[in-house]
């Protein structure tokens, strides 16, 4: 069982750069997994918006914005 203490290190900034990096840059999940230092298992929960659902919506929400604003 996975209980993400990785991503409880991380503050919501941390986690906001992470989906912008995957999601708006592509970076690859290895790639992000080796510069915060998080397992592949916890980061997969958090792209996938199992983990840090909060900072997840609220990313999606903004992305969702822009793209409608600009």
Not at 3 to 27: A, F, P, T
Not at 28 to 53: C, M, N, P, V, W
């Amino acid at each position: 069982m996975n209980n993400r203490s990785d991503l409880i290190k991380l503050g919501d900034e941390d986690i906001y750069l992470i989906l912008y990096l995957w999601k708006v840059k592509g970076w690859k999940t290895k790639e992000l997994a080796q510069h915060f230092h998080i397992s592949a298992e916890s980061l997969e929960d958090l792209l996938t918006g199992d983990a840090r659902r909060e900072c997840y919506k609220d990313f999606n929400r903004i992305e969702k914005y822009l793209v409608e604003t600009y």
